[in-house]
């Protein structure tokens, strides 16, 4: 079993930057693919990034691509999305996600673990 918990979610303003982070606890950490969802009001769950279990390879949505980066530090049993030039259209709930698999899994969304979801909110 694989605990994640979200945190670092809030209200920015059109343009400006967060930083979540998801930590997690149980299983390996270090041997799952990592990454995170968004779900917007009234919008179906959308894949937005992952990262494989050593770090050397991203999954970006393309929505998201030159703004956000994915990182984790397995040391910390963390991972981060940095999120740049947030846009009203990037409020949402976002999820940390976990699995055991890092490859084409991630854009269907069928995950191994989820955590509770933080929001973000961009205001205008």
């Known amino acids: 079993q694989v605990r994640l918990v979200e945190s670092g979610g809030g209200l920015v303003q059109d343009g400006g930057s967060l930083r979540l982070s998801c930590a997690a606890s149980?299983?390996?950490?270090?041997?799952?693919?990592m990454g995170w969802f968004r779900q917007a009001p009234g919008k179906e769950r959308e894949f937005v990034a992952a990262?494989?279990?050593?770090?050397?390879?991203?999954l970006y949505a393309d929505s998201v691509k030159g703004r956000f980066t994915i990182s984790r530090d397995n040391a910390k049993n963390t991972v981060y999305l940095r999120m740049n030039s947030l846009k009203p259209e990037d409020t949402a709930v976002y999820y940390c996600?976990?699995?055991?698999?890092?490859?084409?899994?991630?854009?269907?969304?069928?995950?191994?673990?989820w955590g509770k979801g933080t929001l973000v909110t961009v205001s205008s």
């Open positions: 149980g299983r390996t950490f270090s041997s799952y693919a």
């Open positions: 996600a976990a699995d055991q698999i890092y490859g084409s899994n991630w854009y269907q969304g069928s995950m191994d673990y």
């Open positions: 990262i494989r279990w050593s770090g050397g390879s991203t």
